[in-house]
């Protein structure tokens, strides 16, 4: 597993892939760099044709209420622009966590990983 | 002489008693069963463990608190104590018997507090020698405490390994895992519950979760709420949770308790859910017309 | 609840993100050094963030202090969150799930204390607020409690 040193950032690559952003999460993520990456996904969105977002999260060791509402507006934002956003790969610990937190990110759409992800995407519906 | 000092009380003769004889008391302790047994490895480990025991309680004398088990004298020993209760619980000593143990500490004691009055007739020697017997009593409910204390553990665990033994997620079909509920709904038994099937879900690439509860016999809000938790967690996970085998009963139960179990996917047996899995996934059953349909 | 044979606590400044970052680490470490499993290392971390990140947003910074907990049948972990800011009005209602005043999704501290086995909030308004929240290895003072 690739754990940065915390207190140096790390920029959060977005791929594209076809008309699919993917983005893919890794360790320790400053607030700063989740609300960083929250722009950079949105704008990509408008300014180039996106019609899907997967957010890989199978590298990410906990999701706690500020990551948790960075994605869920992630995922409000892109529908408005007309994309959707599966997020993939979240690890049992974590989802466990976020369920005893009271964070059950109803809005967004879940698939096991990346692969799946991308099925979902291309069957469309939701 | 203590006796010279009529002003002193009998709980403050036991403790400057206990604070001069430190090392004989500690000496004598150290070849009881229940520090011998413990503190296998080296003597002089069991006469510190006594001494620590010894100063302990002539503090809880000082105090006055001679029949308070919470008397914060007990705290510095409360753990070492621990420790060697859990010692004899796994050497299969039961806490009364560890307790027994215990009071036999009182001898070798009271021998050594009676050797300090010239007149053991006398009243000061015979409250002296109340107060010490109080106080190794309460020492034995202490001890009692903390056997029982580690016994429970020893039982939870034993359960806990029975919880994981009883909690089987079987593969059902391609992208379906069941769990079948047999017995009570704990909080712990949930929590393996909930881990056991998310792992699954990962290992078999799981697209459909059935928890089945068939064998659960009541269901209150607190299993309901479990139930709920871990069909959002697998969700979370990209998995779709099926709940299968609620009895009318049990049904019944669930509407008059008000509980909503929302937009949870609910089927009256194992056979329907995964009916409903298969459907999902666009795999549809029919009997075949040879054999079958001849009867 | 009889505490006994600590080891040292930890201190660690809680100013920025990048603190809370190293609040993260150092509580996985100490609890994966604990002997907590996967998923309660998962929860404590998470609550630390949760709370460390009230200490910066709400209580302007602070400092966090780690202790390593041993009562005699088993280890935990103790967290206690400190800022000088001010303080929580009524604590009854920031303890209430959905309840924000910083922006976020509410769930800041009812969320973190089901994450853990004891919790307390210490706040005096104008004085600041100490958060501490404890959690056990196993699921031996959990069960025995229940949930909640």
Redesign the interface.
């Known amino acids: 597993m690739n754990h940065p040193v915390p207190g140096q950032p790390v920029q959060v690559p977005v791929l594209a892939l076809g008309d699919v952003l993917l983005v893919s999460l890794q360790g320790e993520l400053h607030d700063g760099m989740a609300e960083q990456l929250q722009q950079d996904i949105t704008s990509r969105i408008s300014t180039s044709r996106v019609t899907g977002v997967v957010i890989d999260i199978s590298g990410v060791d906990i999701v706690d209420s500020f990551l948790g509402r960075v994605l869920a507006e992630i995922a409000s934002t892109a529908r408005l622009l007309a994309a959707r956003t599966v997020l993939a790969g979240m690890r049992p610990a974590v989802a466990i966590t976020l369920v005893e937190l009271g964070l059950t990110l109803p809005g967004l759409i879940t698939a096991l990983d990346v692969d799946r992800a991308m099925e979902v995407l291309s069957q469309g519906g939701s | 002489m203590p006796e010279q000092d009529a002003a002193e009380s009998a709980p403050q003769v036991v403790s400057s008693f206990l604070e001069r004889r430190r090392e004989q008391v500690a000496q004598r302790w150290a070849d009881a069963l229940l520090f011998r047994s413990v503190f296998t490895l080296s003597r002089d480990e069991a006469v510190e463990a006594c001494k620590a025991v010894v100063d302990a309680l002539s503090e809880v004398a000082v105090s006055g608190r001679l029949e308070d088990i919470d008397a914060p004298g007990f ?2 020993v ?3 104590l ?2 060697m209760a ?1 010692t004899r619980a796994r050497a299969g000593s039961t806490p009364s018997q560890i307790a027994d143990e215990v009071a036999g500490l009182r001898v070798p004691a009271m021998d050594l507090l009676r050797d300090e009055f010239t007149d053991p007739t006398s009243a000061q020697a015979q409250e002296s020698v109340l107060a010490l017997t109080v106080l190794l009593g309460t020492l034995r409910l202490v001890v009692m405490e ?1 056997a029982l ?2 016994n ?2 020893l039982i ?2 034993q359960r ?1 390994q029975l919880l994981e033994v009883a909690t089987p997620v079987i593969k059902l079909w391609e992208s379906t895992v069941a769990v079948p509920l047999i017995g009570t709904l ?3 038994r949930s ?1 393996v519950v ?2 056991s099937l ?2 699954a ?2 290992d078999q ?3 459909y979760a059935i928890l089945d509860i068939t064998g659960v016999p009541t269901v209150d809000s ?1 299993v309901a ?1 479990h139930l709920m ?1 871990t069909v ?8 779709e949770c099926i709940v299968s085998g609620i009895r009318p009963a049990i049904a019944q139960t669930i509407v008059q308790l008000g509980i909503d179990l929302g937009s949870v996917v609910t089927r009256a047996s194992l056979a329907d859910a995964l009916a409903y899995a298969l459907g999902r996934q666009g795999i549809e059953m029919t009997r075949s017309d040879t054999g079958a349909s001849a009867r | 609840m009889h505490i006994s044979g600590q080891a040292s606590a930890t201190s660690l400044p809680i100013g920025s993100d990048a603190d809370l970052a190293w609040v993260r680490q150092h509580v996985r470490q100490c609890a994966a050094q604990l002997g907590f499993g996967l998923v309660q290392q998962t929860k404590l971390v998470t609550a630390a963030s949760e709370l460390a990140r009230n200490t910066l947003v709400h209580g302007g910074g602070g400092h966090a202090e780690i202790t390593p907990l041993d009562n005699g049948l088993t280890r935990g972990l103790r967290m206690r969150f400190a800022d000088q800011g001010p303080g929580i009005r009524d604590l009854e209602l920031a303890m209430t799930d959905g309840y924000t005043s910083g922006g976020g999704l509410g769930l800041g501290l009812s969320g973190a204390k089901r994450l853990v086995h004891e919790f307390r909030v210490d706040t005096e308004p104008g004085r600041g607020t100490t958060v501490t929240a404890v959690a056990w290895v196993a699921q031996v003072p959990a069960s025995r409690k229940g949930l909640q």
């Open positions: 705290g510095t409360r753990e070492q621990g420790r859990a903390t204390d580690a429970s553990e939870e665990r806990q704990d909080s712990a929590q909930m881990e998310l792992e879900i990962v690439r799981a697209r607190l709420q938790k959002a967690a697998a969700r979370l996970m990209g998995a």
